[in-house]
T-cell receptor, first 113, second 116 residues
Framework: AQSVTQPDIHITVSEGASLELRCNYSYGATPYLFWYVQSPGQGLQLLLKYFSGDTLVQGIKGFEAEFKRSQSSFNLRKPSVHWSDAAEYFCAVGFYNNNDMRFGAGTRLTVKP | DTEVTQTPKHLVMGMTNKKSLKCEQHMGHRAMYWYKQKAKKPPELMFVYSYEKLSINESVPSRFSPECPNSSLLNLHLHALQPEDSALYLC???????????????FGPGTRLTVT
């Protein structure tokens, strides 16, 4: 079955440090991958998406993600984390010819001052 | 305008009440979604409407009844809910993906529902 896995439930980083959040997918065909962020009590905001082409994708708020087919991964990165980045991050997979979308379990990011 | 609005923000209802959640978007999107999200969990898809027709129902209990009166509005009618239905209910919209690649979904802020 098509799915995404986020191995890290909770990550803590210091403000100004670099960040990498992991996402692994299981999908037979070309995956359509998304990263969303959710602040407490809020809806989800799209950070970036990958459909095809360049495997390094730039998003909003200084985030980027790299698609690696050989590792079935789509990890999210940011070179320098700000306190306002503290939130829940969800990786998601979409499907061709279908409106369905499946989310990973999420990774909660805490930023230390 | 990339906003999805949801009303009310908070709702407390008893198990015998009938209430409705409302969602609105003006982005011209023809797919609209309802998700349920429990604390510290990812959103779970409940329903998808495509061109105002119900296209996906993820085996949701009949005490939840969706309605799409027009292409901009989506309602979720609630009746005889259980305390375990307490959650954040998120609405989303997107361009219709039925003919190819999926489009990103735009989410509203959600309705925090408490069933007493």
């Amino acid at each position: 079955a098509q799915s995404v896995t986020q191995p890290d439930i909770h990550i803590t980083v210091s403000e100004g440090a670099s960040l990498e959040l992991r996402c692994n997918y299981s999908y037979g065909a070309t995956p359509y991958l998304f990263w969303y962020v959710q602040s407490p009590g809020q809806g989800l905001q799209l950070l970036l998406k990958y459909f095809s082409g360049d495997t390094l994708v730039q998003g909003i708020k200084g985030f980027e993600a790299e698609f690696k087919r050989s590792q079935s991964s789509f990890n999210l990165r940011k070179p320098s984390v700000h306190w306002s980045d503290a939130a829940e991050y969800f990786c998601a997979v979409g499907f061709y010819n279908n409106n369905d979308m499946r989310f990973g379990a999420g990774t909660r990011l805490t930023v230390k001052p | 305008d990339t906003e999805v609005t949801q009303t009310p923000k908070h709702l407390v209802m008893g198990m015998t009440n009938k209430k409705s959640l409302k969602c609105e978007q003006h982005m011209g999107h023809r797919a609209m979604y309802w998700y349920k999200q429990k604390a510290k969990k990812p959103p779970e898809l409940m329903f998808v409407y495509s061109y105002e027709k119900l296209s996906i129902n993820e085996s949701v209990p009949s005490r939840f009844s969706p309605e799409c009166p027009n292409s901009s509005l989506l309602n979720l009618h609630l009746h005889a809910l259980q305390p375990e239905d307490s959650a954040l209910y998120l609405c989303a919209s997107s361009q219709e993906s039925g003919q190819g690649v999926p489009y990103e979904q735009y989410f509203g802020p959600g309705t925090r529902l408490t069933v007493t």
